[in-house]
């Protein structure tokens, strides 16, 4: 389960269902976050064993890359501040 799906799943659990019923805590609800919370926190104490592959490694080294300086100015350029979505577009 990525991150997406889970917020995705939080999102529909929290707003598909009340989180009071007939004046009382809504413990289904409660049951239906506790799950996906219980899944991301299992998949972030899972250690990952990948093995660097060199043909991989070469690849993204030689990738085009720009400074963090010159990400900012075309930045600035796409996406003035203070525009709004019209002048974006």
């Known amino acids: 389960m990525d991150r ?3 917020l995705i799943d939080l999102t529909f659990i929290d707003e598909g269902n ?6 009382m805590i809504n413990f ?3 049951q239906l976050v506790s799950k996906i919370l219980t899944e991301i926190e299992h998949r972030q104490q899972s250690k990952y064993s990948l093995k660097p592959s060199q043909p ?3 690849y993204l080294s030689d990738l085009p890359h720009l ?3 010159d990400l900012y100015t075309l930045s600035m ?3 003035p501040r203070g525009a709004d979505i ?3 577009l």
């Open 77 to 79: 350029i796409r996406e």
């Open 67 to 69: 400074e963090t300086n």
């Open 18 to 23: 009340p989180s009071v019923r007939d004046g």
């Open 4 to 6: 997406g799906v889970s």
């Open 56 to 58: 991989l490694l070469s």
């Open 86 to 88: 019209k002048s974006l």
């Open 28 to 30: 289904q609800k409660q």
